[in-house]
């Protein structure tokens, strides 16, 4: 399948900084970028939807000033977490899909792992 | 997005093939059946997928009955590797994934 790189893998930053994840589609054009958030022992929860130079479009209940979405090219989204504090602690996976047809399946990064303190 | 009803926990014998159901009785006719796992710690793998015909990879058989109210996962020779939770998500067009709890399938020596 095709290859999502997220980076870092993890990063353990202090509360009200401000952390920001890369999400790269290595070998595909991602006309599509999703952001999930999973916090242990639960399933992932869709964040967001960007499409490539357009706004993403926020989840209910996603702060949208507080995770900043940016889709500025065709391989590469980033997720910045603003004025992080502890219970944003969490595991977040980016997601990418390269077609506009309605069967095309979605490839993930591997995730990151983000630890407020 | 059609809701997806999966058991909880599976177990199967390492070698014998591995055989995972899901109930999607509300699907919809645009509606794709895709399964994907999630080993510990690490993002989700994509599996197969499928509309109305049987569908298989190097992966995986997806099988779905003629209703498409069902479908099931074949891993045919399954590994110690295959432990994972399992998701079946049936979805239309460009939308993101609705995760359910999905099927903690393990594997056993």
């Known amino acids: 399948g095709a290859v999502v790189s997220q980076h870092p893998s993890w990063v353990i930053c202090k509360s009200g900084t401000s952390v920001k994840i890369e999400c790269r589609s290595l070998?595909?054009?991602?006309?599509?970028m999703f952001w999930y958030r999973q916090f242990p022992k639960q399933s992932l929860m869709l964040m967001a939807t960007?499409?490539?130079?357009?706004?993403?479009?926020?989840e209910q209940g996603v702060e949208k000033d507080k995770f900043l979405i940016n889709h500025a090219s065709l391989t590469l989204s980033t997720l910045t977490v603003t004025s992080a504090h502890p219970e944003d602690s969490s595991f977040y996976i980016c997601?990418?899909?390269?077609?506009?047809?309605?069967?095309?399946?979605?490839?993930f990064g591997q995730g990151t792992r983000l630890t407020v303190v | 997005d059609a809701k997806t009803t999966q058991p909880t926990s599976m177990d199967c014998a390492e070698g014998r093939a591995a055989n995972l159901p899901c109930n999607h009785s509300?699907?919809?006719?645009?509606?794709?059946v895709y399964w994907y796992r999630q080993i510990h710690s690490q993002g989700p793998q994509y599996i197969i997928h499928?509309?109305?015909n049987n569908e298989t990879n190097e992966m995986a058989s997806l099988i779905i009955t003629e209703d498409r109210k069902s479908s099931t996962l074949i891993l045919p020779h399954a590994t110690l590797r295959d432990t994972a939770v399992y998701y079946c998500?049936?979805?239309?067009?460009?939308?993101?994934?609705?995760f359910g709890k999905g099927t903690h399938l393990i594997i056993q020596p």
């Open positions: 070998d595909f054009q991602a006309t599509t």
């Open positions: 997601s990418a899909r390269g077609g506009e047809r309605a069967n095309t399946e979605a490839f």
């Open positions: 509300t699907i919809s006719g645009n509606e794709y």
């Open positions: 960007s499409n490539e130079g357009s706004k993403a479009t926020y």
């Open positions: 998500i049936v979805r239309v067009g460009s939308l993101g994934l609705t």
């Open positions: 499928g509309l109305k």
